[in-house]
């Protein structure tokens, strides 16, 4: 398999996509287009989500074809280079993924060995479930399920305190409900600016920040780039 999960699509003051493009092109050589998905998106048309890709992906040579044209969605990932998955709200993206067949599409798509390359959103939905999402269920997908392409959780944009003068729960301790829950899931935080890199058996953190690592009964630990990950595997 070959997955390039990334935390989020945007750092504070750049432009969309421009901090993981590089990764992006390295990941995607020899690619000259890839079937996107972008039914996270709900505040704006699915056009508009993949001209705004495509502007980006374009500068690496790379035609989007977002799978929502298509008559058939899930032979147009069968028949695609690569897959994308776009970030926004995970539960819009699931719910119509699971209606189109989509979930176990691209699963059988990675497995050939096509490249998956899914940010945010599309990061949660390459886990078991997306029972770690940030977001909020404005709709009701048929269930948490996803694709199932790694083994472990992830939590993308992960923060480590809530904003100052805000008595609510931190990231970690839903985190920590999460792996209460769920004792046989391990759970990454994802930190906004990284992003984790599968290929030829190996997992790899790619970013300047460490990721925090969750697992009931073991205390949570920071993970920096270079380090082994195959407990995750």
Known sequence: MKLLLISNS?????????????????????????????????????????????????????RVRSVHRAADPVRAVREAEAVCVGGGNTFALARKMQEQGLMRAILRKIRSGAPYVGWSAGSNVCCPTICTTNDMPIVQPASFAAIGAVRFQINPHYLDANPEGHAGETREQRLLEYIAANPRRWVVGLREGCMLRFEAGRLELIGDRPMRVFKKGIEPFEVHAGADLSFLL
């Open 10 to 62: 945007t750092n504070a003051g750049e432009e969309y996509l421009r901090y993981p493009l590089p990764e992006i092109g390295r990941f995607l050589a020899g690619v000259s287009e890839v079937a996107f998905v972008p039914y996270a998106a709900v505040t704006f048309s699915y056009a508009a989500y993949e001209a705004k890709v495509q502007a980006r992906l374009g500068e690496l040579g790379i």
